[in-house]
């Protein structure tokens, strides 16, 4: 039986696969009611993905919020232009997801692809996945298939690497960064459209943080000063832990997520930071 007539079958009666066959011929088309997500790590997106796709990459972290429902796909999205035009078409069009060989979705429902499959749905989107996956889809459509040249800005959150911070500690001042380069102390990373991370530096300066619009402050060092935490439109959160291997710093992501959660709602940015804004900060943006 032809793949075209099998996927009828199979869509009529579950609504979870879409076949190649059926893509391709989508693709053909030039259809504007379809939107196609590449589940895959980033380095395997690049080699090669299915014409127009967007790579949505999630770390284990990011995968927690995922089961609970209270992530928001399109937050992770980090090119600009293919986050909007997911934004703008997710509950109008068509969405096929895949990864490299899936053939069932209840053979793994804690896959990356399954958890956002009932994610969008939830949301009222029409999601299915590609049977067979990119492997499938490639061997028989290699020339729908195209590869990323160079690195791009299409970047999931498990592309951010906690290294080694610099031989500061906490009891060093502002001063310590303040005569740095800017090169050596930017402006707070953004790493979703209301979050950011950053340094100590970051956190007192009141210019910037009005131009971005950030007014919740997570503050994670023993005795970084709060520098404004007595004018009323800023909110903070301190996590008093050292950057050291023998702290538990798990033990405080609930109380962080719930105070970024607050902020999202909100509609305020947020701003993490530690001392340098490279080890502590990002273990609990990432989380």
């Not at 986050?83 to 209840?106: G, H, P, V």
């Not at 459209?193 to 919740?216: R, W």
Request: aromatic letters at 8%; charged letters at 20%; glycine letters at 4%.
């Amino acid at each position: 039986m032809p793949c075209k007539e099998v996927f009828n079958i199979m869509s009529s009666e579950l609504g979870d696969y879409h076949c190649p066959d059926g893509l391709r011929d989508e693709i053909s088309k030039n259809s504007k009611n379809l939107l196609i997500v590449d589940c895959r790590s980033q380095s395997e997106y690049t080699r090669s993905h299915v014409r127009g796709a967007i790579n949505i990459t999630l770390p284990s972290l990011m995968l927690k919020r995922l089961k609970r429902g209270n992530l928001n796909i399109s937050s992770v999205i980090q090119n600009n232009e293919a986050k909007e035009r997911f934004t703008k078409n997710s509950k109008t069009a068509t969405i096929i997801l895949y990864d490299d060989c899936s053939t069932d979705l209840n053979v793994n429902p804690s896959a990356v692809i399954n958890l956002l499959v009932k994610k969008l749905r939830q949301d009222g989107c029409c999601a299915s996945f590609l049977l067979g996956g990119f492997s499938t889809f490639e061997e028989r459509f290699p020339e729908y298939c195209q590869s990323q040249d160079h690195e791009s800005n299409i970047m999931g959150l498990c592309n951010l690497r906690i290294s080694e911070e610099p031989k500061f500690s906490d009891n060093d001042t502002l001063s310590t960064c303040s005569t740095a380069s800017p090169i050596a102390c930017p402006f707070p990373v953004q790493v979703l459209p209301f979050l950011y991370l950053g340094s100590a530096k970051n956190s007192a300066d009141l210019n910037q943080l009005k131009k971005y619009g950030i007014t919740y402050i997570v503050n994670v060092t023993t005795n970084v000063p709060n520098m404004f935490e007595d004018e009323k439109n800023f909110k903070y959160l301190q996590i008093p832990i050292s950057d050291h291997w023998s702290q538990n710093l798990a033990s405080y992501f609930p109380q962080a997520i719930k105070f970024i959660d607050e902020a999202r709602n909100n509609q305020k940015g947020v701003l993490v930071h530690c001392l340098a804004g490279i080890s502590r900060s990002v273990t609990v943006t990432v989380a």
